[in-house]
Structures are given as structure tokens and as C-alpha cells.
């Protein structure tokens, strides 16, 4: 089933089915929270920094997983949803980060605010909340 998901995906994104995007997707898929490089490169093992730099920006661009920059300066990468499609991100979510345990997840809301600016072309708007997560609170 997880290879079925994998391999429809980035058949869907018009990627070849290469091993180590095979891979990576996978980690994304089966741990759905947001991770970390740290974690990425932990599990991918033996993949080399070049390779998965490529292999992430690759998804990047072709909307499959999106980043997370935390207050801290640490960036997390995130799996992205259907809505996702086109020339851009659309991301009606808000990123959420515990006090207490750290936990980091794309979190939807309603009525996600519309921003217009005269003369502007806003193309992404990032809203990062802090607070307490469900277990904690
Ligand atoms: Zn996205
Ligand atoms: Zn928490
Ligand atoms: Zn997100």
C-alpha cells in the first residue's frame, strides 16, 4: 500500500522512480509530522548530503513537501496536501509549535486570513503560532 502511495505520487509530480526519492518520500509518508534534516538524513542512512539537498528541493518545487521555518532559525519539512497544485504552494494552514514539548504541525483553521495589499503580489503568507499542543494542555 505505502509503495502503491509512493510510486502514485511521483508518478502524479512526472518524477522518475528513483531509489533515493523513493526513500525519502516513504520517511515523509509513514512518520506524517513535520521533520527535521537531522532526522531525514538519520533514517535515510547512507544517501549523501548532495543527493538529498537535491532530492528535497526537488519535492519542494514540485509541491509535494513544503518548509517550515521555526523562530529559531531551524527549518522542518513538511509533506503538503492535495491543495497544493499549480504554480504554487497554497498553504491554508498555520504552523504550530509547543512550549512544552517542542511538537511542531501544519494545523488548519478556518477562515485563514486573505491579505491584500494595494500594488502587492502576495504569494505566500507564513503563520507561526506558539502555545500549548493537545497533549500538553
Ligand atoms: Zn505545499
Ligand atoms: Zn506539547
Ligand atoms: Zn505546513
Given at each position: 500500500?505505502?509503495?502503491?502511495?509512493?510510486?502514485?505520487?511521483l508518478k502524479?509530480k512526472k518524477l522518475s522512480l528513483t531509489?533515493?526519492r523513493?526513500?525519502?518520500?516513504?520517511?515523509?509518508?509513514?512518520?506524517?509530522?513535520?521533520?527535521?534534516?537531522?532526522?531525514?538524513?538519520?533514517?535515510?542512512?547512507?544517501?549523501?548530503?548532495?543527493?538529498?539537498?537535491?532530492?528535497?528541493?526537488i519535492?519542494?518545487?514540485k509541491?509535494?513537501?513544503?518548509?517550515?521555518?521555526?523562530?529559531?532559525?531551524?527549518?522542518?519539512?513538511?509533506?503538503?496536501?492535495?491543495?497544493?497544485?499549480?504554480?504554487?504552494?497554497?498553504?491554508?494552514?498555520?504552523?504550530?509549535?509547543?512550549?512544552?514539548?517542542?511538537?511542531?504541525?501544519?494545523?488548519?483553521?478556518?477562515?485563514?486570513?486573505?491579505?491584500?495589499?494595494?500594488?502587492?503580489?502576495?504569494?505566500?503568507?507564513?503563520?507561526?503560532?506558539?502555545?500549548?499542543?493537545?497533549?500538553?494542555?
Amino acid at each position: 500500500m505505502l509503495r502503491y502511495k509512493i510510486e502514485k505520487i511521483l508518478k502524479e509530480k512526472k518524477l522518475s522512480l528513483t531509489k533515493s526519492r523513493k526513500k525519502v518520500l516513504k520517511f515523509f509518508i509513514k512518520s506524517s509530522k513535520p521533520l527535521s534534516l537531522n532526522q531525514i538524513r538519520l533514517f535515510v542512512g547512507k544517501m549523501d548530503r548532495v543527493t538529498l539537498f537535491r532530492v528535497l528541493n526537488i519535492f519542494e518545487s514540485k509541491q509535494i513537501v513544503h518548509k517550515i521555518r521555526l523562530e529559531n532559525g531551524k527549518t522542518l519539512y513538511a509533506l503538503c496536501k492535495e491543495e497544493c497544485e499549480g504554480d504554487n504552494h497554497n498553504h491554508n494552514h498555520i504552523h504550530f509549535q509547543c512550549e512544552n514539548c517542542n511538537d511542531v504541525s501544519c494545523l488548519t483553521i478556518e477562515n485563514f486570513p486573505v491579505l491584500k495589499i494595494p500594488n502587492y503580489t502576495l504569494n505566500n503568507i507564513d503563520i507561526n503560532v506558539t502555545g500549548l499542543c493537545i497533549n500538553c494542555n
